[in-house]
C-alpha cells in the first residue's frame, strides 16, 4: 500500500493511538505495517518492534513527524527511530547513559549503549549525510535531565525509565521530562507493566515493574498539574498470541507477554501533552 493510500485508509479508520498496552491485534494493522516496512523489518509479534512501531504512529497522528519538528530521545541505545525521522525532515537530539555507566551494567555488547552517531544508522535508513545534519548526540542522566535541554516539539523512550534505579525514579522522570517540551509538545514513553500484580512487584532494582496503582499514581499528579495524557487501556487483548507467555529462558518467537522474575509482565505506552 502506497504512503497516500495508507494515510487515507488511516484517516477513514479512525485510527489513534491511545496510552495502551502491546496487544497482538495492532500487528495485523496498517498502520503497523506501514511502519514496519519504514523500519526495515516484517511484523512480528514481539513488544520491542511493537513499542517502535507504536512511538512512531503516535508521534506521526499528533503532527510531530514532519519537516522541521524538533524531537528528543532517551536512552538511545541503537535504536533506528533517530534516523527515521531525521529522514522525514526531524531534528533529532539522540541521548544515552555515559558510556561508562552503562559498561558497568552491562549494555555495551547488547546494543543497549549508544557510543555516538556512528551508533544510530546501522540500517540506513537515512543517508550518512542527513544522519550528521539532523541528528546529534549527547550523553545525559535521565535521573538528573540538563536544565538546558528545551524547547523541543516531542520527545520519546522506549522502555528506558524502568532501568533509572526504582519505582519512584521512573515516575519523577514521567514528570521531570516535560520540561524539555515547548507548552502543547507531547510525550511518548514505553515501559515495563506488570500483569501479574497490583500490590507485589519488582522495585529497586536495574529493572523495575510498574504496577496499575504506579501509573494511575502518576496519571493522576500529571492531570492534576494540567497535562494531558491521553485515554488509557488496559485491556490485554483477545487473539491466540495474546494468551501467549514467554517464558524464561525467552524464546523471543512470540514475545508480547514475558516472564521478568516472577512477574508475567507486557509493554506499556503512555502519551502525555505538557499543558499548553
Not at 9 to 24: M, N, V, Y
Not at 100 to 110: I, L, M, R, S, V
Amino acid at each position: 500500500m502506497g504512503n497516500r493510500n495508507w494515510m487515507d485508509q488511516l484517516k477513514r479508520d479512525r485510527a489513534i493511538r491511545h496510552s495502551e498496552l502491546c496487544k497482538a491485534e495492532n500487528i495485523h494493522s496498517e498502520w503497523y505495517k506501514h511502519w514496519c516496512r519504514e523500519l526495515q523489518e516484517e511484523p512480528r509479534f514481539h513488544r520491542k518492534q511493537w513499542e517502535f512501531v507504536y512511538i512512531l504512529q503516535s508521534l506521526w497522528e499528533r503532527g510531530c513527524i514532519a519537516e522541521g519538528k524538533k524531537g528528543l530521545v532517551f536512552a538511545v541505545g541503537t535504536e533506528p527511530l533517530p534516523s527515521l525521522l531525521a529522514n522525514h525532515g526531524c531534528r533529532i537530539l539522540a541521548t544515552d547513559v555515559f558510556p561508562e555507566e552503562g559498561a558497568e551494567k552491562g549494555w555495551a555488547g547488547t546494543d543497549q549503549l549508544c557510543f555516538g552517531l556512528e551508533s544510530l544508522n546501522t540500517r540506513k535508513l537515512c543517508s550518512d549525510e542527513i544522519l550528521r545534519e539532523k541528528v546529534c548526540y549527547r550523553p545525559v542522566d535521565m535521573r538528573e535531565i540538563p536544565a538546558d535541554l528545551r524547547g523541543f516539539d516531542f520527545n520519546w523512550s522506549s522502555c528506558s525509565f524502568e532501568h533509572l534505579g526504582n519505582i519512584e525514579l521512573g515516575l519523577k522522570f514521567l514528570n521531570d521530562q516535560l520540561e524539555t517540551l515547548k507548552p502543547g509538545g507531547w510525550a511518548v514513553h514505553t515501559t515495563e507493566y506488570n500483569i501479574s500484580s497490583n500490590e507485589d512487584t519488582q522495585d529497586h532494582n536495574d529493572t523495575v515493574i510498574f504496577r496499575y496503582k504506579d501509573i494511575q499514581k502518576i496519571v493522576d499528579r500529571l492531570r492534576e498539574e494540567g497535562h494531558f495524557v491521553e485515554e488509557l487501556d488496559y485491556s490485554l487483548g483477545g487473539m491466540p498470541e495474546d494468551f501467549e507467555v514467554d517464558y524464561s529462558p525467552h524464546r523471543q518467537e512470540v514475545h508480547l507477554k514475558l516472564q521478568i522474575g516472577e512477574y508475567v509482565v507486557t509493554s506499556l505506552g503512555l502519551i502525555i501533552r505538557r499543558r499548553p
